[in-house]
């Protein structure tokens, strides 16, 4: 698992290791620079021009550290320096005070005039202007050299280099503060930013590369893994435990409660993708009458029927009682329910959802999407039973579910996805996977996933029940509801990832998705 870490824990990590640790800064910020410099060495031709953008802040000290560094390996290097001199402090400060030995030319703000001539004169440009201090939205004058930058990128091909974040982007949201640098590739350092990973900040950051520059791993903001993410090699000791001498009831009974009328693909996806997660048997509740279509296409479900008297909107009694004792009996043996996918909007799932809640024990992990978590949307007093599950639901809303469950517009939720997550947990007390072009994972502890797999072709119809598939056969292996998740949310993206190189990311399905589902202790 790799750590991630916000502005304020950055900072946090930076002064403990400084005032705690005695680490002097300025041996950070050298280790930070020679990081930088090790990546724009094997990329730039030998004796090649860079210029080094420095802000007043230490993102600038890294830029003079840098610029003194490529010097001294014969580059041929120029700083335009973006404030006032006499106003650098501390570190920063140490290092411009170098530079003349150096005999490194430095622009100041008034020669901005002959800037886009040195910027068409540069192979790479380095954009150490702002970090994690980025207080406010950029304006004036910084703007127009943000402008000159990304100007030189997308017009004559000049490569930009960003060090520790994009000069603009919100190391915590992603999001642009009033225009932002966009970057071929960034170095950032200790650990990835939540802005590195999210949108639109993702797209402004290139290759990004962490650099370790020796901050102790018992500096208490990198000790505990509360924000994370997961690379390829984390996964197979994550995966749900197999041993030779096992059998079918080693590996949980998932109930699902899926499919109506008119949407049986969707139960299906689901089905078919939770087997492909190991899992040892799929049960599922459903219409008595869509029952040939499932066994037809799945063979290797078990299926517990209902019978239906009524589909009407007035929200009586709509399921023949009696036929409900063998669900009530399933739901006593399972080890975890999904419910939702492919359910459509019919009056009958209502109490089918009120069912489920009464007979899962709150241990039991329990998945709701698509029109189950519109019904928890719209009845508070479902809401309210999800909540005294104790946190062993895990919800898998896309942006328009979560609208409905927060009672706020989409374009709010988009904005702000690392807020939504968490409100969806505390509203719910529950694990919340909230699906995005970035997806993250909530657990009501305040543990943070950012998923880093995927790609555009998953936008496609059943992905979703695909992933809801997943996540409900993994917590019915015993894992738990949040890591059942966050391992589930990756392994979809990694699927879809499989399946765009094979199927191209516009001809891909969902079913391409789940065919793609491979899990193995050797990945
Ligand atoms: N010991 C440390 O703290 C280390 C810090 N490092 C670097 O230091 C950076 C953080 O340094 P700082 O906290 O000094 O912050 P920055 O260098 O990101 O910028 C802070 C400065 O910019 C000003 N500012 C903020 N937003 C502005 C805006 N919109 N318009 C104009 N001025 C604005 C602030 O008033 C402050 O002077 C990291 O990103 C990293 O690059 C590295 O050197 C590693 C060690
Ligand atoms: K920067």
């Known amino acids: 698992m790799s750590k991630v870490l916000f502005g304020a824990d950055m900072h946090a990590a930076d002064e403990y290791a400084m005032q705690v640790c005695k680490i002097p800064g300025i041996i950070l910020m050298e280790a930070a620079a020679r990081s930088v410099v090790e990546r ?45 001199p006499d106003r650098l402090k501390g570190d920063a400060l140490t290092n411009y005070s170098m530079l003349s030995a150096y005999k490194i030319p430095v622009l100041r703000q008034d020669q901005v005039y002959i800037l886009d001539s040195l910027i068409d004169q540069s192979e790479w440009l380095v954009d150490a ?101 997961l690379e390829r090699d984390d996964i197979p000791a994550l995966l749900p435990v197999r041993y030779n001498r096992s059998h079918k009831g080693s590996y949980g009974r998932l109930l699902m409660a899926a499919g109506s009328r008119n949407m049986t693909g969707a139960a299906i996806l689901s089905a078919r993708s939770a087997y492909k997660t190991g899992v040892g048997l799929v049960d599922m509740a459903l219409p008595k009458e869509i029952r040939p279509v499932i066994q037809t296409s799945l063979p290797e479900v078990v299926i517990t029927p209902y019978e239906i008297i009524k589909e009407t909107v007035d929200c009586g009694s709509t399921i023949e009682q009696s036929s409900l004792a063998p669900l009530r009996e399933q739901l006593a043996i399972c080890s975890a329910v999904l419910a939702g996918p492919g359910w459509s909007q ?79 947990t505390e509203k719910y007390n529950a694990c919340v996977a909230l699906k995005d072009a970035v997806t993250l994972v909530a657990s009501p502890e305040g543990k943070l996933y950012i ?73």
């Open 346 to 424: 019919v009056c009958y799932v209502q109490e089918l959802l009120g069912v489920l809640l009464d007979m899962t024990p709150s241990h039991i992990p329990m998945v709701l999407d698509a029109d189950a978590l519109n019904i928890l949307a719209s009845r508070p007093e479902m809401a309210e039973r999800v909540c005294r599950r104790g946190g062993h639901t895990i919800l898998t809303p896309h942006l328009g579910e979560a609208a409905r469950l927060l009672q706020k517009p989409v374009q709010e939720i988009s904005a702000n996805l690392m807020d939504s997550v968490r409100q969806l």
């Open 451 to 523: 998923n880093q797999t995927g790609n555009h072709g998953m936008a496609t119809a059943g992905s979703g029940d695909v992933l809801a598939g997943i996540i409900a056969g993994l917590a019915a292996q015993g894992l738990s509801a949040f890591k059942a998740a966050y391992l589930g949310v990756y392994l979809h993206g990694a699927a879809g990832d499989l399946a765009a190189q094979k199927e191209g990311a516009y001809s891909m399905t969902a079913s391409d998705i789940c065919r793609n589902l491979r899990f193995s202790k050797i990945n």
């Open 129 to 229: 202007l702002f970090g994690t201090g980025l207080a406010r939205d950029i304006d004036g004058l910084t703007e127009q050299i943000i402008h000159h930058i990304n100007r030189a990128r997308e017009e004559n091909g000049a490569k930009v280099m960003a060090v520790d974040i994009p000069s603009g982007i919100d190391a915590d949201s992603g999001q642009i503060r009033g225009c932002a640098v966009k970057a071929d590739e960034t170095v950032t350092f200790v650990c990835k930013k939540p802005g590195l990973m999210l949108y639109p900040g993702k797209e402004h950051a290139g290759h990004v590369t962490v650099a370790d520059i020796g901050i102790p791993d018992s500096v208490p903001a990198l000790e505990e893994e509360v924000k994370f993410t």
């Open 40 to 84: 724009l060495t094997v990329q730039c031709t030998p004796g090649g021009r860079v210029l080094v953008f420095c802000g007043m802040g230490n993102n600038g000290g890294d830029g003079f550290a840098i610029a003194r560094m490529l010097k001294q390996k014969g580059m041929n290097v120029k700083i335009f320096l973006n404030g006032d």
